[in-house]
């Protein structure tokens, strides 16, 4: 599996948009990205996935760039709520499902 | 429903008892997961079900020892935990045991050994 790199705290305001980094220069081409978050005293959540083309969701948006070698989950306008560690797996989704979190990055979110 | 439940969500033991953690899914998965979550740390792999059998287990010490019954549950049995065995114990699953499916975690069992 691809190594990651991820800050390991970062702040953001209330109402603003929180772009979280990711850096895994090693990925492979059939690796996917996947993002989870840990809510303090609450099991990890997963968010969202990609390959290369940009993906959105509700909760959400990942942008890949075009040499795959680094991502950027973006909380477009990031609450309270969304305090927590957020994690970066590379995995090729066809395999067997062993989550390996790194150390993550520690979102604050605050007034 | 997308829950899974853990019991209990607080458990103290001593070195020589035995206990059982239990975790519990409706939501027709087929992979189960047990992993565990020292203090300040990411969570790490423990075993993996898969149809209720065994697919998976990270070289996990033997006094751990977990159990599938059927498809909604899982156990964890305990016997002669250490203290740096003291952390949270989240159970999760997915719909089948591939990386492509989201795992839905529980909110875990704080063991704390004395």
């Known amino acids: 599996d691809a190594k990651t790199t991820q800050p390991p705290s970062m702040d953001c305001a209330e109402g603003r948009a929180a772009n979280l980094p990711c850096n895994h220069s090693?990925?492979?081409?059939?690796?996917?990205v996947y993002w989870y978050r840990q809510i303090h005293s609450q099991g990890p959540q997963y968010i969202i996935h990609?390959?290369?083309n940009n993906e959105t969701n509700e909760m959400a948006s990942l942008i890949i760039t075009e040499d795959r070698k680094s991502s950027t989950l973006i909380l477009p306008h990031a609450t309270l709520r969304d305090t927590a560690v957020y994690y970066c797996?590379?995995?090729?989704?066809?395999?067997?499902?062993?989550?390996?979190f790194g150390t993550g990055t520690r979102l604050q979110v605050t007034l | 429903d997308t829950e899974v439940t853990q019991t209990p969500k607080h458990l103290v033991m001593g070195m020589t008892n035995k206990k059982s953690l239990k975790c519990e899914q409706h939501?027709?998965?087929?992979?189960m997961y047990w992993y565990k979550q020292k203090a300040k740390k990411p969570p790490e792999l423990m075993f993996v079900?898969?149809?209720?059998?065994?697919?998976i287990n990270e070289s996990v010490p033997s006094r751990f020892s977990p159990e599938c019954p059927n498809s909604s549950l899982l156990n964890l049995h305990l016997h002669a935990l250490q203290p740096e065995d003291s952390a949270l114990y989240l159970c999760?699953?997915?719909?089948?045991?591939?990386?492509?499916?989201?795992?839905?975690f529980g909110p875990g069992t704080r063991l704390t050994v004395t």
């Open positions: 999760a699953s997915s719909q089948f045991a591939l990386v492509r499916y989201e795992q839905y």
């Open positions: 990609g390959l290369k």
């Open positions: 939501m027709g998965h087929r992979a």
């Open positions: 797996i590379v995995r090729v989704p066809g395999t067997a499902s062993k989550l390996t």
């Open positions: 079900y898969s149809y209720e059998k065994l697919s």
């Open positions: 090693t990925i492979s081409g059939n690796e996917y």
